[in-house]
């Protein structure tokens, strides 16, 4: 036998038992989501290469060295496996022109690609759940799409998901406060690792958002753009902020948050988590006002989010929640040519009126096929020989309480087996 292939480093398959925690999730969410009028989007997964390098910047992580990129084999064309939804999000509202009426609140799931090094908590391939307000100016909007997250992690049952913080300002103030902030790196260029030392002429700002220990110390004493923010800013950053306390809701604000990404300015927010890791980031967003503009649309503000959905299922389980298996309510077995014909029938009318049904597939002795039946978790065996099949009837076996098995007519199975399921009162 040749050997099995295995799946990329990075990219996981989703067995069963965790893709029914999944699809939970996504009932969920979109659910929480119409509840905030947001409105489903679904883009490709593959786009020109250059919807990235131009909206997220080319000195960040993902286009310096994350991006699954590849030429089309027929014309050359560079294309990229998308390692966010938001640029995808924003092409597509823009080449349809769907803000020629006003704003829109839209959302979309799926996969995402980047080639980082795999560890818990972050892959190859990852999903997430985007959620994008176009066209809104705030702090209003900002302030509600960071409530949502807790309404979120109160649905799902989560805590311990804490909020944090920032304003990136406009980009004037972030160039006031990068003369001070390469002046005060470059003293300590020493001190700097390498690819920080690479970062301090192209993209200073992102080196305060390096996950290296040994620079903690460094760039907490650093200087901290919030100093540098003019009165507007500061107006956003009070008006998010008043939102939030009247909402009740506790957060920090961290100086240091500076997002991946190079599209933000003002609001910037993490949810994250200590009970992850390393990995402790669960949602993150804020607001991009420059980036349809730069994509090509009429200048219009904006402001989303992203959640890891890997992340927010770790957390799930270790909270200790699972989800039921779903019930298989009737098990069909069947023996002879005349009986599984009539199986079929019967499995189909019970479907028809509502139940789950496996019907038995591949033969075998009565014996094997109960055994199977006891497997699958279903609460009833209906039963089908030759004989139950040339009077029309079938045998109806409770598998899970003790219980008469019965012998019935095809007029009163689906009744029969609802009274096994349900009771007697659900008449
Ligand atoms: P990190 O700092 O963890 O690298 P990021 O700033 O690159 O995150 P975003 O681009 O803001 O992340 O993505 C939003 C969310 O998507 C993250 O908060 C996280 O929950 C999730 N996420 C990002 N990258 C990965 C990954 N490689 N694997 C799993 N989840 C991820
Ligand atoms: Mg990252």
Not at 177 to 200: F, P, V
Not at 238 to 261: C, F, H, M, S, T
Request: hydrophobic share 40%; aromatic share 8%.
């Amino acid at each position: 036998m040749s050997q099995i292939l295995q799946a990329i480093r990075g990219m996981n398959d989703i067995l069963p038992d965790e893709a029914e925690l999944w699809e939970q999730f996504e009932e969920l969410v979109r659910d929480w989501l119409r509840g905030y009028g947001y409105r489903p989007m679904r883009m490709p997964i593959v786009e020109p290469t250059q919807l990235f390098t131009r909206a997220i910047g080319e000195v960040t992580d993902i286009v310096e060295k994350e991006m699954y990129s590849f030429e089309d084999r027929l014309n050359g064309e560079k294309l990229t496996l998308r390692p966010e939804g938001t640029a995808s999000c924003v092409r597509a509202v823009l080449q349809s022109n769907l803000l020629y009426d006003g704003p829109r609140k839209l959302w979309y799931m799926g996969p995402m690609f980047r080639h980082e090094r795999p560890q818990k908590g972050r892959y190859r391939q990852f999903h997430q759940v985007g959620v994008e307000a176009l066209g809104y100016a705030g702090p209003d909007v900002d302030a509600e799409q960071i409530l949502m997250g807790a309404r979120l992690w109160d649905d799902l049952g989560l805590t311990g998901i804490e909020l944090e913080i920032n304003s990136l300002g406009q980009a004037e103030e972030r160039a006031r406060h990068r003369i001070d902030l390469m002046a005060y790196l470059e003293k300590h260029r020493s001190q700097l690792d390498a690819d920080s030392q690479r970062r301090l002429q192209t993209n200073p700002l992102r080196i305060l958002d390096t996950k290296n220990p040994v620079m903690k110390e460094l760039v907490e004493a650093a200087p901290k753009l919030i100093d540098y923010l003019g009165e507007a800013s500061l107006k956003h950053f009070e008006g998010v902020q008043a939102w939030l306390k009247d909402a009740g809701r506790p957060y920090r604000i961290n100086p240091r948050l500076v997002r991946g990404l190079d599209y933000y300015n003002l609001t910037v927010f993490e949810w994250v988590t200590d009970q992850l890791g390393a990995q402790g980031t669960v949602c993150a967003g804020g607001r991009y006002d420059g980036l349809i503009e730069q994509l090509g649309g009429k200048p219009a503000p904006a402001c989303g989010f992203a959640m890891g959905i890997e992340r927010l299922l770790a957390l799930w389980t270790e909270q200790g929640n699972s989800v039921e298996k779903p019930a298989t309510d009737v098990y069909v077995a069947h023996q002879g040519e005349q009986a599984a014909r009539h199986a079929f029938k019967v499995a189909e009318r019970l479907r028809d009126v509502g139940f789950t049904v496996q019907l038995h597939c591949g033969g075998g002795s009565f014996k094997s096929q109960m055994k199977r039946a006891d497997a699958s978790g279903a609460i009833i065996a209906a039963i089908i020989g030759d004989d139950e099949a040339q009077a029309n009837e079938v045998t109806v076996k409770p598998l899970r309480e003790a219980g008469e098995q019965q012998r019935v007519g095809l007029d009163v199975l689906a009744e029969t087996i609802g009274e096994c399921i349900f009771g007697q009162e659900s008449e």
